[in-house]
């Protein structure tokens, strides 16, 4: 991903989003990031951490903080 934007050194939402959905096979967490982008939330660390806890990505919310392990 990074690669293939070296030319014009722009990684946009969308490339990124792309990507994610590439990767992980599911759709909805790209969805689910862009309306946490556009509409906000009203706790976005447990927004953020059901993302990852979906993405199988390794972490722990401390003190209302996400923590990457």
Request: aromatic share 2%.
């Amino acid at each position: 991903m990074i690669d293939a934007n070296r030319e014009d050194g722009i990684l946009t939402a969308d490339e990124w989003l792309a990507e994610l959905t590439r990767v992980s096979g599911d759709a909805s967490l790209a969805g689910d990031i862009r309306r946490l982008l556009t509409d906000g939330a009203a706790d976005p660390a447990a927004e953020i951490a059901s993302l990852f806890q979906r993405a199988g990505v390794a972490h722990e919310v401390r003190d209302g903080r996400v923590v990457l392990l």
